[in-house]
């Protein structure tokens, strides 16, 4: 009972012209089986999906992207299923 399985798959993309501002898009889903052993929140199953929203700034060597994540699904323990949400900005910064 100490083992699960994990699965989590995404894809993004950028729309906008090549070396110029670009709208990023994403979605994904998460598949938590849980674990088995620990009826509690740090067992618990999780079924869930999100969404992706940011920008892509080229500012010469330096492009800037950043993003705000909505994900929304359900968390089970052992002992009950409860639906949760969340709400993530980030920031990343890359240079070639």
């Not at 083992?3 to 894809?11: A, D, L």
């Amino acid at each position: 009972g100490s083992s699960g399985n994990y699965f989590e798959s995404g894809i993004s993309g950028l729309l906008g012209r090549e070396g110029g501002v670009a709208v990023l898009l994403g979605i994904d889903a998460r598949l938590h089986s849980g674990l088995p052993v620990d009826k509690g929140f740090i067992g618990a199953g999780l079924t869930a999906g999100g969404a992706t929203i940011g920008l892509s700034l080229p500012m010469g060597g330096v492009e800037w992207r950043p993003t705000f994540r909505y994900s929304q699904g359900n968390l089970k323990t052992g002992r009950i299923t409860t639906k949760m949400s969340s709400i993530t900005a980030g920031l990343s910064l890359s240079t070639r």
